[in-house]
């Protein structure tokens, strides 16, 4: 189920929605149509720039994993 996030352009009221197609999705603060759509909880693989030492691989020793070094 995609979860996205919406900011308030009116009120600026940050919430998250459950959208499934043709959903109007409205400020739940204000009620207002004008809301901005934010990153989505799903869907960001190749989005993030992968950071020494975790699961997407070290700079230093190249293995795969490593948690030894930085
Ligand atoms: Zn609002």
């Known amino acids: 189920?995609?979860?996205y996030e919406y900011t308030c352009n009116d009120c600026r009221e940050?919430?998250?929605?459950l959208v499934f197609a043709s959903t109007v999705v409205l400020c739940p603060q204000c009620s207002s149509a004008n809301i901005r759509k934010k990153m989505s909880t799903f869907g960001m693989s190749g989005g993030e720039k992968p950071s020494a030492g975790k699961?997407?691989?070290?700079n230093?020793?190249?293995k795969?994993?490593?948690s030894s070094c930085k």
């Open 14 to 17: 940050e919430f998250e929605k």
């Open 55 to 58: 699961e997407s691989g070290c």
């Open 64 to 66: 795969g994993s490593c």
């Open 60 to 62: 230093s020793c190249h």
């Open 1 to 3: 189920m995609p979860i």
